[in-house]
């Protein structure tokens, strides 16, 4: 880009921006390319894959089939009595409800469309004793 704010050059047209490279941004870069949408990842870091990618790239995913092949017990509605239980009224509903749904199927979509693989591990809730919680 060159000039000022308002008589800016870009060199670049997208559909979909996406500003950051961490779990979330790539997911939504991946899903709207996908989709045929012109999409570009902008990050400030030299690095990428933000705090997911210091946190070793752990991600909850509520239900999910690895976790319940592996005998697992868990379901969306414990998932979200448990967020509930963390959150209170901080968080809308329907938007707890949204992610615990929606979870499991963002995991199979991105395993279908990338070589990323997504495996369960018998990590412990942070407040296990809440409602929902898991001990593994």
């Given at each position: 880009m060159t000039g000022s704010a308002t008589t800016a050059h870009w060199?670049?047209?997208v559909d979909v921006l996406v500003v950051g490279s961490g779990a979330g941004a790539m997911a939504s870069a991946l899903f709207a390319?996908?989709?045929g949408a012109r999409t570009l990842i902008v990050e400030k870091s030299d690095l990428y894959g933000g705090t997911s990618a210091t946190s070793g790239g752990g991600v909850w995913i509520p239900a999910s089939d690895s976790?319940?092949?592996q005998?697992?017990?868990d379901s969306p509605d414990e998932?979200?009595?448990y967020i509930k239980e963390l959150v209170g009224n901080t968080v809308a509903d329907g938007r707890i409800r949204a992610f615990v749904e929606n979870a499991r199927v963002m995991k199979r979509e991105i395993e279908a469309r990338s070589e990323l693989r997504l495996t369960a591990?018998?990590?412990t809730d942070y407040q296990a004793e809440k409602p929902g919680g898991k001990m593994g």
């Open positions: 060199d670049k047209e390319s996908d989709r976790a319940l092949e005998g697992q017990q998932a979200f009595t591990i018998p990590y």
